[in-house]
């Protein structure tokens, strides 16, 4: 921690600093500048607690933590890139995998035959909403426990692996029964009651970024996942509120390089959500191959225009299929690059 | 609903649009421009689903409703002011009421001495946190029932009501059994599954807006609670995140202001999480009652300098006596202006 | 300056870093942390340049300036606040300044008639825009040297002062002749080679916050005024921009309270810019007085629905005296406030 | 323009607004919807002041246009890309343009040198900064008419064409007497005064998004140059300004997609700026590539760590050669997908 002491702190102020740092286990290093005094405090202990202790000391300016406030997560912790195993596929391996599908299950013709396009496309999981978090209390909410089981139907059909929301503690149970990966939306990513819960279960999870979360804060709630016993967590960048009203979300494409310097968690990105927009899907999508994420999740139905929620943003299946195809050349980068990158850290 | 064609949307288009208009029970109004065709859709119908089908149509630019999203929080529904009441206080009615207390319940003799101490000042309604949402795994997270019946204790003590947070659905009913009033925190503000929970509680609900959601977001919320049973919400403006960081969060005071012109429930304002820097707290205190708010949510603690959380942002038991003295002349004005308001309706 | 390294910097790395800060002329104090070891730089130098070259070296995390970058608006630097004197008003004083007037002069008959009427009601300063900073070339762009003329005439008709923008360095001289306040706008705020031709100019400067803007940011453009001669700097809080699109603009009024900790310099509040609403200016004109601004800066037209700019947010001429009536009991809190705290520093 | 009377409007309200319109030479049509009255306005006249009129009228809720408020710059106006041509480069054309060099000129050695290096690596475009835009008075200002002779000297010494930043109406001559490209920087993008000047110069525009500036606002500001007439204007997405701090800005680079949608300008990505650091540019790089964007705009400086500005994010020479190979297979693909989207158009 360092902290800084207003300019015209008293010496007993300054004190009183050096104490209570002392308390908290930790070692003082005073630095008298031209300006104003700087305190740096050196150990183990309770950062937390110390540094709000601090900051409400009279005569202190600020203080700030140096070291992360993350452990399991990061690459300090572990070196080699956590690799998610589901049935059929591996999220931060060797393999870019995309995950498709309606946003919401409707009904079994709708989602079996999603399922069977976009595997036929090279698909490896499928995604679907069974539980829906909607702004108003008046629009669909979801098949709930129907929608999971046409989406185990469509698995059975399609060897597809299943992604789908989990918006409540009462239901980790039910949809963990159902789902290769449970996903916790963006509006729940601080839902805190809920990610201790997932962190006491097996499934692996697909933690989506806040709309207003930093980088840190979806890291944070990555930790308490792992901290609560569940390693297997996918980060998902999918846009964060701005002020451009251009796209739904403004896509923080950097989050995903970031991401990957810090943690070695896989990444994927979202491109439906992030723009909104159907007819910039494919892009973002190559792009999202070409910054170095893990994987897609990518919003498809066989009906954009009768979709229950978001028909705007959904690829229809041929798009879908075309846009697949646009993005061969740039996984066949990706994949070099990752080998290239294996090869060098034997 | 008011649908815009793109530019060059062809003949087809334009009579798929209507087609689907008619599907969802609306009449179709279209009006050729100079450079497209627009199409009102008028009548009562399933808007969101209409509108979701429409935006995902060929040809069509955008279609954006017309009428508001919420029916029971708004003014057009219920004209009166809704008066929230509980133990010794009525928040939304002739009185600007005051809450006050530490971030956490951290032991008796702590949230006694600030109970007795902000009740002398006036305020009506204790704070403190007994289930506290942190960003770290590893942060003081309350101390839960234990809290809970510290609260009770210094009810009992000072006549005080107790607004505390519940985190999950699962402390719904412990929560009640203890709180008069209930607070859903920001990160929580789109937790659907406990909105809903809490709407078929009759306790008072404390919403407050979460640091990325919009005014209207948020009176979605709390038609949430309302629709599902639970009319006694009050609003609270907190301060929303954006690019500036000398402050915690930026306060978006206005929004108080905007609220009173859409709805009839009670806005507060919180001060506290809106700086983050208690001395700039008297200040906005002031600018809150001015703007029209209800009341405050402020955090005050004996010795922020030991709090276990949100200490720079606490005020001293003196500062808050000081800081009530000096909202005197200002809620004086406030009070006149209610009964004027309210003689000009009758 | 505190650099953190990061935590598996080599020797050579600290080494190099160390060598380079005393290259710059100041002292090092290297501290080993448990994670990292951490250097403070202490002494007077050139910090950015010292700055930019630390955070480019290998092995460093991130260099952070402690001291603030600002002097001359510093209330380090001066303490007592400084006071903007035109004829018939003194801004940063003891009396509450209310500055209004319509967007754009758009004839003599407007411009005279709300300058009377605006009088009337109690402002001591006559806004009106002759140049015209519009987001769209085909907009109205003002009526220039005519306008600026036209003002001339309201002032000598009421004896109100005139402050209008100026929007380019070349304009300079002719809008100094007939404004009494230079008003930089929001999207000029970073404009330097201005700023840099109006701390040459004598006459006050009126320098509007930057939608996007930084406090720091704001303070270090009236630093470039005052750095290059002109000491007469009124800054102005008027809405950043967010998320938020029930209002034109978040008015950050916290910002008000953060400023009179940091500046000597006069602060006032625009709430038909911060707003662009009509209906909610009233409400966030009495919020400013409550918080501590120095002034006001008010649209006002004769007959808004026909003003060429700005007509939804401009006040009509009799609700601008009804709001200056509300605002009276405030601005005698006000003035009383302002004399204790006169008297307490004598 | 569709305006949406209040729900309570009145008939004379209503009325009045038909008036008004018609008054502007519009059409009205007027709808009669189960909450409030809706009234199209079709035609051709001045929107802007139209709207502004109407959303100051009583009873109006608000006014929207629905045609683009530009003309010249967009993809109705003129469907075949804009080809923006310099001595030895095409930005828009059928090579993808990557611009690099220095942050600032500093001196003789370090522009040639890094011109050289730069060139040699397949650069078409030596970027430098004479004049500097600095948040602070202190900071270093550029070379100025000095380091305009430098990068004069350096494009004679590779070929390479120039690109610099001009900051002021007052150094237009100056600047294109030497300068290729002409740099709108990111704080002038809504100096009118600047863009109009530029508009009556011949050199092409590399026009910067501003911080906080929308897509719409970035395309109005190219129209004030097209529209005064220049059609060479070449757009730059660089980073908005968001609550997010792990980089310096954030990349909005869906932006691309969506200009590549609404223009027939160039679009370039400057992954310096958008991440500010060092380590995360090639990332960005490759994804401006993917995403469909024309070219890069890049820092490269020999010895970031003694650069006087952005050392931080400025890449060394020899990483610079490593991410032009890097990018060589992207480019492989861009290159393809114009010719084929060359081809489909013939």
């Given at each position: 921690m360092i902290i800084s002491m207003r300019p015209h702190a008293t010496r007993e102020e300054i004190e009183q600093v050096c104490e209570r740092i002392r308390e908290y286990g930790y070692k003082v290093h005073s630095i008298q500048g031209e300006e104003r005094v700087v305190i740096a405090a050196v150990g183990v202990g309770d950062v937390t607690a110390c540094l709000e202790s601090l900051e409400a000391m009279t005569g202190v300016e600020n203080a700030v933590r140096i070291?992360?406030?993350?452990?399991?997560?990061?690459k300090e912790f572990k070196k080699e890139r956590t690799r998610v195993r589901v049935d059929g596929a591996e999220i931060g391996g060797d393999e870019f995998v995309v995950m498709a599908g309606p946003c919401s299950v409707e009904n079994e013709k709708q989602i079996i035959e999603t399922a069977e396009s976009v595997a036929a496309a090279g698909a490896k999981v499928l995604r679907g909403g069974a539980f829906k978090p909607r702004t108003s209390p008046y629009d669909f909410q979801g098949l709930e426990l129907e929608g999971l089981k046409l989406l185990a139907k469509a698995r059975e059909a399609t060897g597809l692996a299943i992604v789908t929301e989990v918006m409540s503690e009462r239901d980790v149970e039910t949809v963990a029964e159902y789902a290769d990966i449970m996903q916790v939306g963006a509006r729940n990513m601080q839902n805190f009651a809920l990610l201790k819960t997932l962190g006491k279960c097996r499934r692996p999870i697909l933690l989506k970024r806040g709309m207003s979360s930093t980088i840190k804060e979806l890291l944070m709630s990555a930790e308490y996942i792992t901290a609560h016993g569940n390693p297997n967590v996918i980060l998902c960048e999918r846009g964060i509120r701005t002020f451009e009203t251009a796209t739904r979300n403004t896509c923080d494409i950097t989050a995903v390089a970031v991401l990957n310097e810090l943690t070695h968690l896989p990444v994927i990105l979202d491109p439906s959500h992030a723009t909104g927009k159907r007819s910039l899907v494919p892009a973002l999508a190559r792009a999202a191959v070409a910054v170095g994420a893990d994987g897609l999740l990518v919003e498809v139905h066989p009906c954009p225009e009768k979709a229950i929620s978001d028909g705007a943003q959904s690829l229809r299946l041929e798009r879908f299929h075309s846009m697949m195809r646009e993005l061969e050349p740039y996984i066949q980068i990706w994949k070099e690059s990752r080998l290239t990158a294996a090869a060098a850290t034997v």
């Open positions: 070291s992360a406030p993350y452990k399991f997560v990061s």
